[in-house]
């Protein structure tokens, strides 16, 4: 079993240096940081032994890490996670990543310390010095909503291609060709797996494949309205815009009004990749892919319990549903500019 004096010497730094990564100090460099993380996980030692704490007892608690507590999808997940664990005799310790890396490292350095039995999350990137220690360590892991390369964990989340297709097909529907697509950031599993389930459906089903009509945010509001701007200062003017996510649908609809006006906006008809309650009471309400994020968390649970359990876990893909609050209403198509 690795100990911390064995980290310090493969970093290279001090005792003390490489404790005060390991606590999450912030009071050491970069390269430190670097180096004491990477020896870390290169000798599986986690900070203050949780691996042997895990191998000891267990504690009846889990961890949950989740991407962006604002968001509803995550928060309806992370509380259907928290009842299913309750029901099973264990307690959640949430934490909210806020779509940032470096806030995810620190939530990871927190969990490492202490004693869960299992981990929930929702990752931010790729995988990092800290996250491959606790895989190291031994500590069941499953992946809630997103993959990450390098790391083979059971995953639960959205069917994201079965989601995009309900969008072509009411689209197609609609009569709109002139469409523009607004994605979530591809080194997210979910940006670029609904951006390529997209791109390659759109011809299918008669949507325009110039691409000055795709542009990608950051699966926030603010980032998704710079993405419309980009847009829409191409020079084209598309009929429907498609948001990957419920906050890009807001940030598209505000550049969309900010540009155009009030009315012009209201004559392009928007659909969401995600279904937020003031959809349906906005004018006209916005059709959307429906995210069933109960069923996610909760199948997140049983995952870990049965990794924890010393049994196999299967990855699921939840089927989505679409709400079309368009109706047999004419689609508001007018002739599209460059």
């Keep these: 079993m690795a100990t911390i004096k064995d980290v310090a010497a493969r970093a290279g730094v001090s005792l003390a240096t490489a404790s005060r990564v390991l606590s ?10 670097g180096r004491v993380l990477s020896a870390a996980a290169a000798l599986g030692y986690v900070a203050h032994g949780p691996a042997r704490s895990l191998r000891r007892s267990r504690t009846d608690v889990l961890g949950l890490l989740v991407s962006d507590i604002r968001s509803p999808f995550f928060s309806e997940l992370a509380h259907a996670a928290e009842e299913e664990a309750r029901h099973h005799g264990y307690t959640v310790l949430l934490a909210n990543a806020n779509e940032d890396t470096d806030q995810a490292e620190a939530v990871l350095s927190a969990f490492a310390s202490q004693r869960i ?8 990137g790729p995988v990092s010095p800290r996250l491959s220690a606790l895989v190291s360590s031994g500590l069941p892991i ?12 059971p995953m639960y989340g959205t069917d994201n291609a079965g989601g995009v ?20 950031p591809e080194t997210m599993s979910t940006g670029a797996e609904r951006r390529t389930a997209y791109l390659d459906g ?21 980032g998704a309205a710079e993405a419309m701007l980009r847009i829409l200062d191409r020079g084209v003017r598309p009929t429907a815009v498609f948001g990957a996510n419920g906050r890009t649908t807001l940030g598209a609809i505000r550049a969309l009004r900010e540009r155009l006006g009030a009315e012009a906006a ?16 906005v004018s006209p309400p916005i059709s959307a892919v429906r995210n069933d994020a109960a069923a ?39 002739a599209s500019a460059r």
């Design 202 to 222: 759109r011809a299918a089903h008669g949507i325009t494949t110039d691409d000055a009509f795709v542009d990608a945010g950051d699966f926030l509001a603010e």
């Design 117 to 124: 039995d299992g981990l929930l999350l929702s990752p931010q």
């Design 142 to 153: 499953v992946l809630l909503n997103r993959t990450v390369e390098g790391l083979s964990a």
């Design 296 to 334: 996610i968390g909760t199948a997140g649970v049983r995952g870990l319990l049965d990794l924890i359990g010393g049994r196999e876990a299967s990855s699921e893909r939840v089927a989505t549903s679409f709400v079309d609050r368009a109706g047999e209403a004419p689609a508001r198509i007018g």
């Design 165 to 184: 297709r309900h969008v072509l097909e009411w689209l197609q529907r609609r009569g709109h060709r002139d469409v523009a697509y607004v994605g979530g």
């Design 266 to 281: 209201r004559r392009i008809e928007i659909v969401s990749f995600d279904d937020l309650e003031w959809f349906e009471f």
């Design 24 to 33: 999450g100090s912030s009071q050491t460099s970069e390269d430190s940081r």
